[in-house]
């Protein structure tokens, strides 16, 4: 005789969702159906519950957007161990892009995000670390962030939104926050300006800067292959 196990009641489901499973389902319907067919109701159905018992764990749709993306990022290795800085940052935003190639309605999601989880700027105060860490001033790392851009994220888009201005005691307390946990992103916030107090980066600075850098590489590659 087979034995079956009893079918869970609606009940018991419920209460064994957990938030990282309501996530991880949710990316795994992104990741099979596309970012348009994740909704709380088709999410449910996905889990076999009722909707409403979603609420437990994420507040609503843009709380669950928010978990997906920071559980996408928080797959991405972060290599540290290169035999230089180069070569670290190339490995890290190399695996970046693997991720991201298997979830490739991230990039687009990513830009919808303003309340990003802790993994982004875990991650891209890691970036900021290993530029640091070899010498590179907290500027130049400021200018290295923008030229990569969300290269470093494994794709191609302008990654940065720097529109809203904090006023500095309002900075200064963010930064007190981070210290601790991200020093080099506290540390670049504080530190990094275009106009003698914090505030938005300057654009036309920024595109400027990566356009010389772009053209000064394309010439050395030219005088090399000459």
């Not at 994220?153 to 302008?158: A, I, V």
């Amino acid at each position: 005789m087979k034995l079956t196990p009893p079918a869970q009641s609606a009940t018991e489901r419920r209460t064994q969702l957990t938030r990282d499973k309501v996530i991880t389902a949710a990316i795994d319907l992104a990741d099979r159906d596309g970012i348009d067919a994740v909704s709380m109701r088709r999410l449910a159905q996905e889990l076999g519950v009722e909707a409403m018992s979603l609420y437990t764990h994420v507040r609503n749709k843009d709380d669950l957007l928010d978990g997906m993306i920071d559980a996408v990022i928080g797959k991405i290795p972060i290599t540290t161990d290169g035999p230089d800085w180069k070569t670290s940052l190339r490995r890290t935003a190399l695996a970046a892009r693997a991720v991201v190639l298997r979830h490739t309605w991230a990039p687009r999601t990513l830009e919808t995000r303003t309340t990003p989880g802790p993994a982004v700027p875990r991650y891209i105060n890691a970036i900021l670390g290993i530029l640091r860490e070899n010498g590179f001033t907290v500027t130049l790392a400021h200018h290295a962030l923008h030229i990569l851009g969300s290269r470093v994220l494994g794709f191609s888009q302008d990654l940065f939104d720097d529109s809203p201005d904090l006023d500095p005691e309002a900075a200064a307390r963010l930064a007190g926050e981070l210290g601790a946990t991200l020093p080099y992103a506290a540390e670049m916030a504080l530190a990094v300006t275009h106009e003698g107090a914090l505030g938005g980066c300057d654009d036309d600075t920024e595109f400027a800067f990566a356009l010389d850098f772009i053209l000064d590489g394309l010439d050395r590659l030219s005088q090399v292959e000459t």
